[in-house]
């Protein structure tokens, strides 16, 4: 059934309510709704944006971001250990959420990781084989037309048991590799980081040429839209609603706990409800919104609710908490290069006529890709020394918890479990802790802008498994208004000395052979930072940290008694009806940029639901 208006809903039976139309959300009404019998209803906030080349085009990414058309424009509260700057938070606003606004990359957590959700915390079926199954449940992989000779110097050599066949979104290797792209693997092979061209079967450290959500026999774009929603939309039992925001989950309380039954929102500036729902309500907003939903629909901290106004109906006071990001610092050289860049794309009109016209004609050019196709991923010991690494794992301990965890006895007790399985990640040498990437020009940045008719390249420095634990939680009891969102970078200690190994790594890869025969100039960080030595680049990290837009875990999937907001079948503790199934329930941060677990939880949580059909 099309987009429906709400007068359409009147006469509706539901038996599920999804909260959010983004990522996981459309995955998994598609999936649901193959059950003819399954009636779904998507409920977003945003609108259906259609064709437009801001989404479309793969060249054009970064365009979204700041637009109030497509992204909510979020911004963190300030941050006192960065400086007391305000950072931005994009999430994407509209049918396809943050999957039409992010920057394409499918790339995959380590095995360890994904084991570690049920052999550490206890969430049976959750693991590499399961995700694994669900990965390549939803992708179809296109061939890359490389010759053997590229692709080994490029590190393209997918094993197909490792990929999908037939599922609805649509993955391909970059149609540009570049010179530049080439030196810093083999800059980076100098340094002790090897190319990995099988990247996707749970080993993910080496250097990697990513997977991108593009279709190239399109050119375009593949996500949650085109892939999941658009071969559903015509089944009577999907109906979806736009531009209306949830403002709470509605429940019946005169059970033994509280009982989903519908929500609220506001459409067109009025108050509406939809109720009755017969199975539950699936809050799939995001590891920004979905905390905030729980909170304005009573469940979280007591102490919290009350100063807001807000009845408590389930006090749990880990929904809100546990926020973890990948914060990124960008490091930019002037460099000397044939190849063309997005800076040359900018300044230059025949080379933007060029790339314009092969993307047209051909689908190839820098706008039939993106500018960040290789990526470097480093173990603990390209960062630093046994004595850093063993330092590390001691700052990983329960000293450091107390703050980080607001002294709340459940908090503590589960950041000391994330604690105790970051150990061991930082033990074993094939487990990825940094992440290096190569952007093909200089990437925008507010603190420094490109000359005119210059090249630059620039090394995006990833921390992958912070250590500093945030926070997102209601800032009133306003429904409409935006969250209060603290990710509290640099809160403990060993990420700035982490961040600060980062930068250094990223110069060492600019300063090696062949790449640094490219280099004309250094630019970020500045020279007085470098002059400065450690305390220079200590300051530089604050000043320009920023978000690589992969929160989770603000509705951990943990034992309750740990901090845990639902269990391993996604149900919100305290109440029935109620789920989360999006990345907020990632207990942990990952070392892979997150949406291919996003869709893999759609699916999952699919398959869960029909099984409990009947």
């Known amino acids: 059934m099309p987009i429906v208006s709400y007068a359409q809903l009147a006469n509706a039976t539901l038996d599920y309510v999804i909260v959010g139309g983004g990522t996981a959300g459309l995955a998994l009404a598609a999936r649901l709704t193959e059950n003819r019998d399954i009636q779904v209803l998507v409920v977003e906030a945003g609108a259906d944006h259609g064709e437009v080349p801001e989404i479309d085009t793969p060249g054009n990414i970064g365009r979204t971001i700041g637009n109030p058309t497509f ?25 396809g959420g943050s999957s039409f606004m992010n920057y394409l990359i499918m790339l995959r957590p380590s095995k360890e990781e994904l084991d570690a959700l049920e052999q550490d915390f206890g969430n049976e079926g959750w693991n590499w084989e399961s995700l694994l199954h669900y990965m390549k449940k939803g992708e179809t992989l296109q061939p890359s037309g490389l010759s053997e000779a590229q692709a080994l110097e490029y590190a393209v050599q997918p094993n197909p048991d490792m990929h999908g066949k037939d599922g609805p979104l649509k993955v391909s290797f970059p149609c540009v590799l570049n010179d530049m792209h080439r030196r810093f693997f083999d800059a980076a092979g100098r340094l002790g980081v090897p190319r990995n061209p099988g990247a996707a079967n749970g080993t993910n450290d080496g250097a990697v040429t990513s997977l991108l959500s593009l279709d190239s026999l399109t050119g375009r774009r ?32 005169d059970g033994p706990v509280p009982r989903a ?20 309500v699936v809050l799939t907003a995001g590891t920004l919104q979905t905390p905030h939903l729980l909170e304005l629909s009573g469940i979280g901290s007591r102490e919290l609710l009350t100063q807001h106004g807000i009845e408590t109906l389930v006090d749990l006071p880990g929904v809100g908490e546990n926020m973890q990001d990948h914060v990124g610092i960008a490091t930019v050289v002037e460099v000397e290069t044939e190849d063309d860049t997005m800076d040359a794309l900018r300044d230059d009109p025949a080379v933007l006529e060029k790339h314009t016209r092969l993307y047209q004609e051909e689908h190839s050019g820098l706008l039939a890709t993106v500018p960040v196709p290789a990526f470097v991923f480093p173990s603990a010991d390209f960062l630093g020394n046994r004595s850093d690494i063993d330092a590390w794992k001691e700052q990983a301990k329960a000293q450091c918890t107390d703050s980080l ?16 399985v ?14 290096f990437i190569q952007f093909n020009g200089h990437q925008p940045n507010p603190n420094s802008l490109p000359e005119p008719g210059k090249r630059y390249s620039t090394i995006i420095c990833l921390l992958t498994h912070p250590f500093s634990r945030g926070s997102v939680h209601a800032a009133s009891g306003d429904p409409l208004a935006a969250p209060a969102i603290d990710p509290n970078y640099f809160a403990h200690p060993a990420d700035l000395e982490l961040a600060v190994h980062m930068v250094e790594g990223a110069l060492a890869l600019f300063g090696t052979a062949p790449l ?3 280099v004309r100039a250094p630019k970020m960080p500045p020279a007085a930072a470098l002059a400065r030595g450690r305390d220079g680049l200590r300051d530089f990290v604050r000043d320009n940290c920023r978000p690589v837009y992969h929160p989770v875990g603000t509705a951990a999937m943990m034992p309750r008694e740990q901090g845990g907001v639902v269990d391993a079948r996604l149900r919100v503790y305290g109440t029935s009806g109620l789920r989360v199934a999006d990345l907020s329930v990632m207990p942990l941060e990952l070392s892979c940029h997150t949406q291919s677990v996003a869709y893999a939880i759609g699916e999952k949580a699919a398959d869960m639901l029909k099984a409990e059909w009947s």
């Not at 992204?71 to 049918?95: C, M, N």
């Not at 996500?223 to 009577?236: F, I, M, Q, T």
């Not at 965890?405 to 950041?415: D, K, M, N, S």
């Open 422 to 435: 970051l150990r061991k990640l930082l033990s074993d040498e094939h487990q990825v802790h940094a992440e």
């Open 261 to 280: 039954t519908g929500v609220e929102f506001v459409q067109g500036g009025q108050v509406r409800r939809v109720e009755g729902v017969r199975r539950d």
């Open 71 to 95: 992204d909510w424009k979020f911004v963190s509260v300030p941050q006192k250990h960065a400086h007391d700057r305000v950072v931005i938070q994009p999430r994407g606003k509209g049918l």
């Open 405 to 420: 965890a607001r002294a709340v006895p459940a908090l503590r007790a589960g950041l000391d479990k994330q604690y105790e």
């Open 222 to 253: 593949s996500y949650a839209v085109d892939a999941y929603l658009a071969p559903a939309l015509p089944r009577p039992n999907l109906l979806v609603l736009t531009h209306a925001q949830v403002t709470r989950v509605l429940f019946e309380t």
């Open 516 to 518: 640094r025969e490219t």
